[in-house]
């Protein structure tokens, strides 16, 4: 999986239009980022690429960049 891949993957999760997230985004700028969404992400990262998400490194993300790099080497630039 690629980054616009995971990227239009983010959009759906979000019920955002697909190709709205380019990775620039704060996750405080997203209404739809809430605690069910952070345990939606690490249900997407663990189904996409099997990387498993630690608690306290996803509490640290500020950025959608953040996320896409706590998704490990799969998610390539």
Known sequence: MDRNEFL???DEMLELDPG??????T????DAWDSLAVISFIAL???????????EKLAKAKTVGDLLA????????
């Open 8 to 10: 239009l993957a983010l």
């Open 20 to 25: 709205t997230l380019t990775g620039d985004e």
């Open 45 to 55: 990262v663990d189904e996409k690429t099997g990387v498993v998400v630690e608690g």
């Open 70 to 77: 706590l998704a490990g080497a799969p998610v390539t630039a």
């Open 27 to 30: 996750l405080e700028s997203l």
